[in-house]
């Protein structure tokens, strides 16, 4: 019996070992824990807020929330040689009183379009983190159309854009001439023909899964680079002002090219493709005598 009573004893003690040792072990791991704080959100709201173009109205209000018509932020990307005050002084109050959430960036156009294309990434998660939307529609002048497809081609962005409507973009066929009115910029030596960048902009496809293309342009444009994208008609639209409105669009150059974006119809067709699912619908026709918008 007493050998018993020792060994029953002993097994106690055992079991109370044990268990003070799961204990220990379990709040050292929780000490640990504790000690160890996940790293902090990056705040891309205020980023953003630093990149948003100054004194454009209707853009940039953070605390703007998506309506159910409107689900997706606008985001408006200037050109070259340009700023967001100077590109969209009329689409973004128009396209706000659509009912858009509008944001609007300055970029350093002039270095490479892989840097402005992670700028834009930068922006646009942003927005996204600001407004709570889940992706982004892109609106984008000349380079400012490239820029996006950049984004969404090597830095993820296709899955953050819903849509992207260019105006002017040189997207394939550039000529010498469309670099050498450039300048000598790190981007115009990749706005050339034959860029390695253009290239794998254009391979094995111009377009990103899930995402809907509106290119627009003028039909001078087309004579320093193609402002179409090639890709599936239920994803891509491309339409020539001329082809809707002869009249419309005829001054030339560099004039022509920058007034696109202060154009009432160019606007409505930006307008429309963002209206309803899917690239601009071949069948829109707009006002070509509207003077205002």
Known sequence: ????????????????????AVLVFAADTMVGREAT?????????????????????GANDFDCRPREATPYPVVLVHGA???????????????SKQGYCVFALDYGWSRSIRE?????????????????????????????GVVPRAYMRFD????????????GAPHHDLTEELSRSCGWETVCDELRPGSE????????????????YTALGLKAEQEVASTFIEGPPEQV?????????????????????????????????????????????????????????
């Open 37 to 57: 704080p996940e790293p902090p959100r990056t705040d891309r709201v205020a980023e953003a807020r630093r990149m948003a173009s100054e004194g454009l109205s």
């Open 116 to 144: 402005s294309a992670q700028a834009l990434g930068i922006f646009v998660e942003g927005v996204l983190q600001a407004t709570g939307a889940e992706k982004v529609a892109v609106v984008g002048h000349s380079l400012g």
């Open 156 to 167: 993820g962005g296709a899955g953050k854009v819903a849509e992207l409507v260019t105006l």
């Open 81 to 95: 040689k340009s700023t967001g005050a100077v590109t969209w002084p009329v689409a973004a109050p128009y396209l």
């Open 237 to 293: 639209g491309n339409r020539l002002l001329q082809d809707d409105c002869p009249l419309k669009g005829l001054v030339e150059g560099a004039i022509g090219h920058n007034l696109e974006t202060l154009d009432p119809v160019m606007l409505s067709y930006v307008n429309k493709a963002l209206e309803v699912p899917g690239p601009l619908p071949e069948d829109y026709r707009p006002d070509c005598f509207a003077l205002i918008i």
């Open 1 to 20: 019996m007493g050998q018993l009573r020792l060994g029953q004893i002993a097994v106690v003690i055992l079991c109370v070992a044990v268990g003070l």
């Open 197 to 212: 960048l253009m290239k794998a902009l254009g391979s094995p496809s111009m377009v990103e899964p899930g995402v809907s």
